[in-house]
């Protein structure tokens, strides 16, 4: 089966731009999730989808992070405007429902200069 | 709220040395517990699971138990490769699938 799909691998932005992410999860997944790993730190979670709904985003900064899963499917997360602190890696999982363990993607590494 | 802590790294071991990362976590309820890794340049990969008291969860090598009177769930392998070189994540999720990560420890093995 097909992995978790993201988009781009790399991202470098200066600091007040906006940036935009990719997820593919893997097909009949219905749980997405968006982590947020800071360098030297492990995964904090952003967000998670059911399905086209959020279940849980307490950790979501709604000030300037935005994420919607259109469709059930594929999911986009948005930084508007990032800020030096927001340098990380971004990764993506997906997991079915009765599942154990989630599959991550490969992530995005966005810099902020 | 729930949470995992695990040893500090980085470690460093010769070829063939037995390998232990502590874990021990903090929740309410019964949750399951994980072990995920990280190779260099590549995403996480769930390395093994335990899902209740007294299972042990192994894959490649690489065994853990799940100790509730210790809360507990250490990692251990009998004779670690250059190939296992990566960052180790412990992690638990009970409610809701939301999951937990330590803060990861970094494993060099040298040949």
């Known amino acids: 089966e097909a992995g978790v799909a993201q988009s781009p691998r790399y991202k470098i932005i200066e600091k007040r731009q906006s940036v935009a992410f990719w997820c593919n999860p893997i097909?009949?997944?219905?749980?997405l999730y968006w982590y947020q790993q800071i360098l030297g730190q492990g995964p904090k979670l952003l967000i998670q989808f059911q399905n086209n709904g959020v279940v849980d985003d307490s950790q979501l900064p709604k000030d300037r992070f935005s994420a919607e899963r259109l469709k059930g499917v594929d999911s986009t997360l948005k930084i508007q405007p990032a800020k030096l602190e927001d340098s990380a890696v971004y990764l993506c999982?997906?997991?079915?429902?009765?599942?154990?363990?989630?599959?991550f993607g490969s992530g995005t590494r966005l810099t902020v200069v | 709220g729930d949470s995992v802590t695990q040893m500090e790294g980085p470690v460093t071991l010769s070829e063939e040395a037995f390998l232990t990362i502590n874990c021990t976590y903090t929740?309410?309820?019964?949750?399951?517990l994980f072990w995920y890794v990280q190779y260099p340049g590549e995403g996480l990969q769930l390395l093994l699971k335990a899902t209740k008291a007294d299972d042990k969860g192994s894959n490649k090598g690489f065994e853990a138990t799940y100790r509730k009177e210790t809360t507990s769930f250490h990692l251990e392998k009998g004779s670690v490769q250059v190939s296992d070189s990566a960052v180790y994540f412990c992690?638990?999720?009970?409610?809701?699938?939301?999951?937990?990560f330590g803060a990861g420890t970094r494993l060099t093995v040298k040949p």
């Open positions: 992690a638990l999720s009970a409610s809701n699938n939301d999951m937990r």
């Open positions: 929740a309410t309820g019964y949750p399951s």
């Open positions: 097909s009949g997944h219905a749980t």
């Open positions: 999982a997906s997991s079915n429902t009765g599942d154990w363990g989630y599959t």
